[in-house]
DNA sequence: CGGCGGCTTGATTCGAGTCAAGAACCGTGG
DNA sequence: CCACGGTTCTTGACTCGAATCAAGCCGCCG
């Protein structure tokens, strides 16, 4: 029902819509059509689950602000973490598209976030009468496989100091693409070595090393990226996948986050 | 034009036909139309590239027998392969759907193929005539996701023999989905261990080892499948994740590859 | 028959995991 | 404001899995 959204609304929503645009979603009725359709969530607290695996549900989750992750436990009591999701990301796509209770994967926050979610109903008939949004998420979920390809390559063949590099530098190329410029890594060190495949321990002292080389540095408890041309060149990251994203946005606007 | 395939046409497309159907597409007329628009290139030698990167294209790429790999080499010259294509997988959607020149992945068979194209705007007024053509591809793709996410915790979490097992299991449901069944494992040592992040020499370990347990053997040259079972418990490799497709194909069916 | 690519084997090295103990930091509540 | 308890991070000692190097071997194709 909501085409003219409040103010204080659409001020929470610039993420999403910066992302939907990016992805190449022109028309600005479309895009406040889904806007539109989303009810918010309680935010959800630092360390929480946002969303919980196999539980079956009639809404797809949407990030609004904050970071989050995309994880599995493992038997063995670790976890590995796919990836991580920013403002203007969709969670559970897949629980839309492929029917099932979408294996054992679930979604945790890594700082505070505010979620939103969307009517699976009301998804389908936006994408009937958007047909350009059913690009834009196929075009999302795309984009999400090649990133989890270029992932892969670091974690299986990049020693563990690449390795961490890499995640840092696609960190500070995701957050960038939802106009978030940031030096600091809201990631815990173990939430970083659950994501490079890696031991805390292993991250500490990598990171002891990345201090050493004055790519990092430490404020407080989080860590900084002091030197950013330099940690993308040795972790060979080139961001290269984003280029076609980058060109569609208005690339220098800076927010910084709360 | 042809929605009246002759029949060696139709034989051949038997494995992307169960595919689409697996994927959910219900009607016989859509098939065919998809059929229809595919145009076949020569075949594909053994080790040769089915598709390089960086070059744009004007059509999509649909492998119609054999089997392929998608990978991508790394300055230091080794390989990483992302995943195995079979029969009825497309190639290069994503080429397709992100407009870029598909970042340096690359697509080499594996087994001798063939493979079939269908240009861009043929697949687009497909597309468009046939909305559930557009989810059963978005649908591809995300199982895609979903398959290289289980990967990437194997890779990143297990040890050499289970992240070898479970590459062997991954290879025979893959197989199944589009109805193909056989203990035969067309992959080299070498592909397996650009796949599993290993050397060669250590897959070659691993591999003796199996034998020793009776999980697999050697016909030839080429490895065998032994006993499906344990080494789907070996590598914690359930399937689950195709469980949703399977449930939409008939799953008993049988062929030989040739 | 020769030669080449894929597989095997052994010796050695090294990166990263594990275990264990301690320190720094944080939020909490007295 | 400070003492407390729990995370998170740090450090060291030790172990071990897998990479690398280097030969030699098998099966295949010309």
Request: charged share 20%; aromatic share 6%.
């Amino acid at each position: 029902m909501t085409n003219s959204l409040i103010q204080s609304e659409r001020q929470s929503f610039v993420h999403l819509t910066k992302r939907l645009k990016t992805l190449g979603m022109d028309s600005q009725t479309a895009i406040e059509s889904v806007l539109g359709r989303i009810t918010m969530r309680p935010g959800v607290n630092k360390a929480e689950d946002i969303l919980v695996p196999g539980r079956a549900s009639r809404h797809i989750t949407v990030l609004i602000a904050g970071v989050a992750c995309l994880y599995e436990r493992v038997p063995n009591g670790s976890r590995q973490i796919f990836s991580f999701r920013y403002p203007g990301d969709f969670c559970d796509l897949n629980r839309h598209v492929l029917q099932e209770t979408n294996s054992g994967v679930a979604v945790a926050a890594i700082t505070c976030c505010s979620v939103g979610t969307i009517a699976h109903s009301d998804l389908d008939q936006l994408i009937r009468q958007y047909p350009e949004l059913g690009s834009v998420l196929w075009r999302a979920s795309m984009l999400e496989a090649s990133i989890l390809r270029k992932r892969m390559l670091s974690v299986s063949r990049q020693p563990a100091l690449q390795r961490v590099a890499y995640l840092l530098c696609e960190h500070l190329y995701q957050q960038e693409v939802v106009g978030i410029s940031s030096d600091l890594i809201p990631q815990s060190q173990l939430d970083l070595a659950d994501a490079a495949g890696l031991s805390n321990v292993h991250v500490s002292r990598v990171f002891k090393e990345l201090q050493r080389l004055e790519l990092m540095s430490k404020e407080g408890r989080v860590m900084k990226v002091r030197n950013r041309q330099r940690l993308a060149s040795l972790a060979e990251f080139d961001g290269a996948y984003l280029n076609m994203l980058r060109l569609r946005s208005e690339w220098q606007v800076k927010i910084d986050p709360p």
